[in-house]
DNA sequence: CCTTACCTTTACGTTAACGTAAAGCTATAG
DNA sequence: CTATAGCTTTACGTTAACGTAAAGGTAAGG
């Protein structure tokens, strides 16, 4: 089975249609149709996971069009191309950062546990 | 030099000062007063950096002011630290999410780099 | 004394990312 | 045949996170 509703995909991935069609609006995603119905195939299906990842990381709707369509070249010429790898060296180094402030992030949630539960100790003779 | 003015700080991180009195109208910040005028301390100046890091990690300021905030327990109670381990807790998860959605993206923006860089080759043969 | 460079508060405006309601087409089950 | 379920478009509403004036206090420099 190579195709899906959109509410399908809304349960999948558990947003509303609303959203899925929002995308639509923002040139995100253009699924066929059968008649007036919108029918999504599974590259539809994987732009929509790529599009809900980069939510995820704080990306805007643009950034992630931006990006998705990064992975399709071919069609591109030399000048696009190479304003592509820039733009992804861009996103590098910002996925770069968020490691970063990701892992120190992790650290200070750590030691906020163990103050925590230090705490909690302390508390609990009294 | 332990203190800072809004505008030091608002240069030092690169954000605008209405910014920095916005986060305080949502009691993210407390700066002390000297007459009228806010004195930052070493420490609020670190609070800023941590919303600031949440900001690039995608967090509400919402979300942000809980983190902060659970750096700091001691006054709290036995349940309401408990509630603080739990958020802890479901914090470590969603950036863990975002780990592995960072590495799963840095990955695809390889594969689309070497697409690009294919592209350019073939491309430059015309 | 007055300009320049800060600081302040108050308050309306803006953008992104949807939510929500209204109104209507379509098909299948009872 | 009609009622329920799912699809559609159109369009106004909402929230977060500030932007952008407007109007004014304060202190140092020429």
Avoid: W
């Avoid at 190579?2 to 253009?30: C, M, N, P």
């Avoid at 732009?47 to 990006?67: C, F, P, V, W, Y």
């Amino acid at each position: 089975m190579a195709e899906y509703s959109i509410s399908q995909l809304a349960k999948e991935f558990d947003v509303t249609t609303r959203t899925i069609r929002h995308y639509e609006d923002l040139g995100l995603l253009a699924p066929a149709r059968r008649g007036q119905t919108r029918v999504y195939s599974p590259a539809d299906r994987t732009r929509l996971r790529l599009i809900l990842r980069g939510k995820r990381l704080g990306l805007s709707l643009d950034d992630s069009r931006e990006i998705i369509d990064m992975y399709e070249p071919g069609k591109s010429n030399v000048d696009q191309l190479k304003k592509l790898i820039d733009a992804i060296q861009a996103q590098r180094s910002k996925l770069n950062q968020q490691l970063d402030d990701i892992s120190k992030l992790l650290k200070d949630l750590n030691q906020a546990e163990v103050d925590c539960i230090e705490a909690l100790k302390s508390n609990g003779k009294n």
